[in-house]
């Protein structure tokens, strides 16, 4: 894993278990398209990385949706869910 990537997994990772922690039901965090990501088509490892460290803390991947930030640019909304 490269630097940036591991700061955001990491970063989201530490987030999650906070929530988790504080007794959540839900956790809705935003990820943002990789800078570096020149291609349209293939797997965006970032976000893969985010979702495996959210996951990690105890939460569940329920729902996703993909919009675009003011710039053009896709942000994910995945709604994880704490597991049972």
């Known amino acids: 894993m490269g630097f940036i990537k591991d700061s955001k ?5 530490s987030e999650a278990a906070k ?3 504080a ?3 839900f956790f ?6 990789p800078a570096t990501m020149h291609g349209m088509t293939g797997d ?3 976000w893969g990385l985010m979702i495996q460290a959210v996951e990690s803390s105890g939460w569940q991947l ?3 949706s993909v919009g ?3 710039k053009g640019r896709p ?3 995945p709604v994880f869910r704490r597991r049972a």
């Open 23 to 25: 007794g959540r039901y």
């Open 68 to 70: 675009m930030d003011a």
């Open 44 to 46: 965006i490892a970032d």
């Open 9 to 13: 997994a990491n970063a989201i990772g």
């Open 75 to 77: 942000e994910a909304y």
């Open 62 to 64: 329920t729902d996703w």
């Open 19 to 21: 929530a988790f922690e």
């Open 28 to 33: 809705t965090p935003r990820l943002n398209y």
